[in-house]
């Protein structure tokens, strides 16, 4: 199985900094790389498919990028309601893999 | 805007089998991939399956010797049948429905999720 590892595990921010998480595939993904935001008690939302598409109805402070094993999450301008976990996930392989999250905290 | 909901036992002893049924607004399951997730408490997320039709299943390697999946058109739902179980079994697990655009899929329209425990 593709493993995917994110960084950092957790991190700490101020509401407007400028926030990036990383993913890392253990082999060449092309593109095919997706992110969810997890709040506490809820079920997982996507924000970014196919790597750099933003999913309908997500704020454009969002954005994805990267290709083959490294991808990066950013959020240009942290939010109240952006902290959360967030997680990665290959669909490249049809056996999908996660990433171990990054919890977003208030600093 | 499409709705799952799961249902089933919510408390389990070891050894024994978890049946959990998720049940589509739309009441249509046809031409779509069906997927379930589970999420240990206070852990990371871990993909158990999906399934198009019965010749159209994939299963987490790691689980599909316990593992079996249905869907009932029918009655716009699916299930999931996860034998043996043990503490490490513990965990909410949700059902999704796996969106696709071209050859790109992703986790959508999540149920609310159901913990699932056990223990004797």
């Known amino acids: 199985d593709i493993q995917m590892t994110q960084s950092p595990s957790s991190l700490s921010a101020v509401v407007g900094d400028r926030v990036t998480i990383s993913c890392r595939a253990s082999q060449p993904i092309t593109n095919y790389l997706n992110w969810y935001q997890q709040k506490p008690g809820k079920a997982p939302k996507v924000v970014i498919y196919g790597a750099s598409t933003l999913q309908s109805g997500v704020p454009s402070r969002f954005s994805g990028s990267g290709s083959g094993t490294d991808f990066t999450l950013t959020i240009s301008s942290l939010q109240p309601e952006d902290f959360a976990t967030y997680y990665c996930q290959q669909s490249h392989s049809t056996h999908f893999t996660f990433g171990g999250g990054t919890r977003v905290e208030i600093k | 805007q499409m709705h799952l909901q799961e249902s089933g036992a919510r408390q389990v002893k070891p050894s024994e089998t978890l049946s959990l049924t998720c049940r589509v607004s739309t009441g249509s399951i046809s031409d779509d991939y069906w997927t379930w997730v589970r999420q240990p408490p206070g852990k990371g997320l871990e993909w158990i399956g999906h399934m198009y039709d019965s010749e159209t299943t994939k299963l987490n390697p790691s689980l599909m010797n316990r593992l079996t999946m249905s869907l009932d058109t029918s009655k716009g739902q699916f299930s999931l049948k996860l034998r043996s179980l043990s503490a490490a079994d513990t965990a909410v697990y949700y059902c999704?429905?796996?969106?696709?655009?071209?050859?790109?899929?992703?986790?959508?329209?999540w149920g609310l999720g159901t913990l699932v425990t056990v223990s004797s």
């Open positions: 999704a429905l796996l969106r696709g655009s071209g050859s790109y899929y992703w986790f959508d329209s």
